[in-house]
């Protein structure tokens, strides 16, 4: 194969823009930015590992069945981690969000981290949604039939029917996982491309100026 | 199961502002999040010492 068809194959260009964008060194670095020594830039990785924490004990939940954790007491334990696990998941990535917000973290060309930020937030309250409608008891049953009358009215209970038990589990162990799993994704290289955003008053030290 | 076990079957208790309602638990929780926040700001990072050279 010569090297001009080489160039001009897809592979050849995703190969040379990643390693253009995002090389190793960046991707798995070893130093930060002496600004980034705050508690306020380790809610980003809190809620990541919070995330870890929820989808191994979903895993064990949707192996083991709501007969299991419903009534043995590890199964009631793994049930509680999954629950308490989601509350520190939207703990930790509001209070990112807010640090984020209060930085501009869209500056230096980081829009598209802003939004896919945005993104897995929205995305989460669904799936979090979801996981309420399928706990097999009477407060998902009350959840429900509340509101499916909120989507009714707006037109989209015939595709989405929250009292569909079946469409529910699959949306929320299956579907909006994926879509999750695959925007953090996007979310953690983006940030690893172009770095963690420096504070508003930060000076360019090569350059002298303001970031 | 205990005085937790108890209380999270309770039945939730709400507050009133006019038209703004909100339940005890949510308020207890966005007030969670914004000390996090604060003490997040103000509290010394370990091994964050002004002047040392960092890369």
Redesign the interface.
């Known amino acids: 194969m010569s090297a001009d068809i080489e160039k001009e194959m897809w592979t050849s260009k995703l190969r040379k823009g990643w390693q253009k964008n995002l090389p190793i060194e960046k991707l798995l670095p070893d130093t930060q930015p002496a600004y980034v020594a705050s508690w306020i830039y380790l809610f980003g990785v809190a809620t990541l590992a919070a995330l870890g924490v929820i989808v191994a004990s979903g895993l064990v939940l949707s192996f083991e069945g709501a007969s299991w954790y419903h009534y043995s007491s590890v199964g009631h334990f793994v049930n509680s981690m999954h629950f308490w696990s989601v509350q520190f998941f939207f703990i930790f990535m509001v209070v990112h969000l807010w640090g984020k917000f209060w930085m501009a973290a869209w500056r230096g060309r980081r829009l598209l981290t802003w939004i896919t930020g945005a993104l897995a937030f929205v995305g989460s309250i669904a799936t979090a949604f979801t996981g309420y409608l399928i706990q097999t008891n009477f407060d998902s049953q009350w959840i429900s039939y509340e509101a499916k009358d909120g989507f009714n009215s707006v037109g989209i209970g015939s595709r989405f029917n929250v009292t569909n038990f079946g469409q529910m589990i699959l949306l929320h162990v299956a579907f909006l996982p994926v879509i999750i799993g695959v925007i953090t994704l996007i979310h953690v290289l983006l940030v690893r491309a172009k770095g963690v955003v420096p504070p508003i008053d930060a000076f360019n030290n090569e350059l002298g100026e303001r970031k | 199961m205990g005085i937790f076990h108890h209380f999270m079957n309770l039945k939730a208790v709400y507050i009133h502002w006019g038209w703004f309602q909100i339940s005890i638990t949510n308020l207890l ?1 966005i007030l ?2 914004l000390v ?2 604060g ?3 103000v ?1 010394p ?1 370990p ?2 010492k002004k002047g ?1 050279d ?2």
């Open positions: 929780v969670f999040m996090l926040f003490l997040a700001l509290l990072f091994g964050n040392k960092q890369k």
